[in-house]
């Protein structure tokens, strides 16, 4: 592997990640009080760039990876030049997959997901979140009207062919950035969900979702988080609880990446939160962009002795930070 190029990227109580990822993408993660880090940006980033004139021509971002067998596989966020104006671009999801979890071959026949429905037209899908359950994956992701957001669902065998099940809060007039842990907590599915403050949905089934009215989490003053949270990669249960990897914005809009440990026993409580980034704004195409200053996370997965932590950079490139065990 090419040499890693080291960045600002610690727990305030360090992370020891441990064991493997079994099929529900469900992993051991251990909190210890001493430095087993850091990650590090791969000196290779950006991994996928926009490409030709097509779906993916002016921005690839905002990735989900999960690896089942020997082969990581991405859905990722590509936005066209459609439509006119600053913010023009319509967003279709595209796949790409890799044997090492550094370089990845896009799908012949992308996007496997796009716009069909009003609620989807004409800013598209967006964001895309996956965890695997069973032998089914659960994607959520955003459709937006160009007026409304709306966090939505999708499940497929083959994440090529997708049902679509619409909105899964259409009572909410703006809804985005779902993250299903695969597990069950205290007999039912969990959600964390938002993208000012944080909220939990339950469910039976990852079919049908039943929000919880009051957030669990919220900006902060004063710190790398003080405009808004927003989920990043699916959650994923320890032995001290469940570990949600999130992403931040301070009051420059400035995107930055933190952690938060919630109860196993009640997982709307709070147990632990970073209160600085483990990854933030350092390179020049993270900085300028077609938004400027993001590192947003949506993905994380693992092979063998090795974590990655796929993010998006200034909402046009994609890039991964690396863990060691």
């Known amino acids: 592997m090419r040499r890693l190029s080291r960045i600002r990227l610690w727990l305030t109580v360090s992370l020891l990640i441990c064991g493997t990822l079994g099929m529900s993408g469900a992993a051991q ?3 210890s009080t001493f430095s087993v880090g850091p990650f590090v940006k791969y ?3 950006p991994i996928l760039l926009p490409q030709g004139v097509g779906f993916e021509s002016k921005a690839v971002f905002n990735p989900a990876v999960i690896r089942d067998g020997d082969t990581f596989y991405m859905l990722y966020r590509a936005e ?4 006119k104006g600053c913010w023009n671009g319509t967003s279709s999801i595209g796949l790409a997959y890799s044997k090492d979890g550094i370089h990845f071959e896009r799908y012949a026949d992308n996007p496997v997901i796009g716009p069909e429905y009003d609620y989807e037209e004409p800013g598209g899908c967006e964001d895309p979140r996956l965890v695997k359950v069973g032998d089914t994956y659960y994607l959520t992701y955003t459709g937006y009207d160009g007026q ?11 994440l090529i062919h997708w049902e679509k099940y619409g909105p899964i809060f259409p009572e909410w007039r703006w809804s985005k950035s779902g993250a299903i842990l695969s597990e069950k907590i205290n007999g039912r599915y969990i959600m964390y969900f938002g993208d000012s403050s944080m909220w939990i949905a339950y469910s039976d089934d990852l079919i049908h979702w039943k929000a919880q009215e009051k957030p669990v989490m919220h900006a902060r003053i004063g710190y790398f988080d003080s405009k ?3 989920p990043g990669p699916p959650p994923i249960i320890t032995d001290k609880g469940i570990l949600l990897i999130y992403n931040g914005s301070d009051q420059q809009s400035r995107y930055s990446t933190g952690w938060v440990m919630f109860s196993k ?3 709307t ?8 980034p483990i990854l933030e704004v350092a390179e020049d195409w993270e900085e300028f962009g077609k938004v400027y200053n993001v590192v947003f996370a ?5 092979n063998e002795d090795t974590w990655y932590l796929y993010y998006g950079a200034a909402d046009t490139y994609i890039a991964v930070a690396i863990c060691e065990k």
């Open 29 to 31: 993660i251990e909190l």
């Open 43 to 45: 000196e290779g980033n």
């Open 80 to 83: 066209d030049w459609s439509g």
């Open 148 to 158: 409304r957001a709306r966090l939505c669902l999708a499940t497929s065998k083959d």
């Open 228 to 230: 808004l949270v927003e």
């Open 265 to 267: 026993e009640d997982p």
């Open 269 to 276: 409580k709070v147990l632990k939160r970073s209160n600085e």
């Open 298 to 302: 949506e993905g994380l997965a693992e």
